[in-house]
Nanobody, 120 residues
C-alpha cells in the first residue's frame, strides 16, 4: 500500500523557518518523483516544488519564491521541504504527493497534509 505521511508543520512567526518531511512507503522511491503542494483556505491547491528521485532533478514553482528548498533521501525514502523567511501568505495545508515524474497532472497518491500557520 502506497503511503505518504507528512510531518513538521506548526505555528511560526513571520520571518521564521520550518522544515517539513514526507515519509514514503509501499513503492520504489527511486522510480518516482515526489512533490510538495499547498492549499490555503478558500484557494486552489498549488504546486510548490518537485524532485525526480531517479536523477535528483528539481523543479520549483512560483510559490517557492526562492525561499524554499526541496531535498530527498533515497536511502530513507523521505523528502523534505526547508522553508525560510516565511510570510503570512505561506499559511496553508502542505501535502506531499507522488508521480511518475514531475508533471502538472499526474500525481496519483497524496498524504494527509500538515498545517503550516505563519503569524504576523
Amino acid at each position: 500500500e502506497v503511503q505518504l505521511v507528512e510531518s513538521g508543520g506548526g505555528l511560526v512567526q513571520v520571518g521564521g523557518s520550518l522544515r517539513l518531511s514526507c515519509a514514503a512507503s509501499g513503492f520504489i522511491f527511486d522510480d518516482y518523483a515526489t512533490g510538495w503542494f499547498r492549499q490555503a483556505p478558500g484557494k486552489e491547491r498549488e504546486a510548490v516544488a518537485c524532485i525526480n528521485n531517479s536523477d535528483g532533478s528539481i523543479y520549483y514553482f512560483d510559490s517557492a519564491k526562492g525561499r524554499f528548498t526541496i531535498t530527498s533521501n533515497n536511502a530513507k525514502n523521505t523528502m523534505d521541504l526547508q522553508m525560510n523567511s516565511l510570510e503570512p501568505e505561506d499559511t496553508a495545508v502542505y501535502y506531499c504527493a507522488r508521480d511518475d515524474h514531475c508533471s502538472v497532472n499526474g500525481w496519483d497518491y497524496w498524504g494527509q497534509g500538515t498545517q503550516v500557520t505563519v503569524s504576523s
